[in-house]
């Protein structure tokens, strides 16, 4: 089942290096420094940092490791531990496509991770799917 709605794969100084999104009013870099500096901010507080937020219909996980921080939304009616599974399970895939190594001698040039997206489409909703969503 499709549980994600969408996806955005950070560096840790905010820059997005993966987006997979639907509302194209989003800026991707504004929306990147946001959590950024919200998850800087929440390890000032506890040293894990943000895991996940809300807010009025949706939820927000996050998962930080190797530098990069993996953020999905979902509806807030989907249980927080199926979405943490999926979100792992992308996360283990975008390691084995990029190896970490690989990404510590990165020139910075996000279109690499473009391809991504194909590895994940089973995880992640899609229009039709929240159109019959809406009217069924």
Do not use: C
């Not at 794969?9 to 905010?14: F, P």
């Not at 800026?27 to 937020?53: I, M, P, T, W, Y």
């Not at 979902?74 to 979100?87: A, D, R």
């Not at 895939?93 to 020139?107: E, G, I, S």
């Amino acid at each position: 089942m499709k549980i994600l709605q969408d996806i955005w794969i950070l560096s840790e100084a905010g820059i997005v290096l993966f987006h997979r999104k639907y509302d194209e009013n989003l800026d991707d870099q504004l929306f990147g420094s946001l959590l950024s500096a919200l998850n800087s901010f929440a390890e000032e507080l506890v040293k894990d940092g943000l895991s996940n937020f809300e807010l009025k219909s949706k939820r927000f996980t996050l998962i930080k490791t190797n530098n990069l921080i993996f953020i999905a939304d979902s509806s807030k009616k989907v249980k927080e531990k199926k979405v943490m599974e999926e979100l792992k399970e992308i996360v283990n895939k975008f390691f084995k496509l990029y190896p970490p190594q690989m990404l510590k001698d990165w020139d910075n040039d996000v279109s690499i991770f473009k391809k991504f997206e194909n590895e994940i489409k089973e995880s992640l909703e899609d229009t039709i799917d929240r159109f019959r969503k809406a009217f069924w």
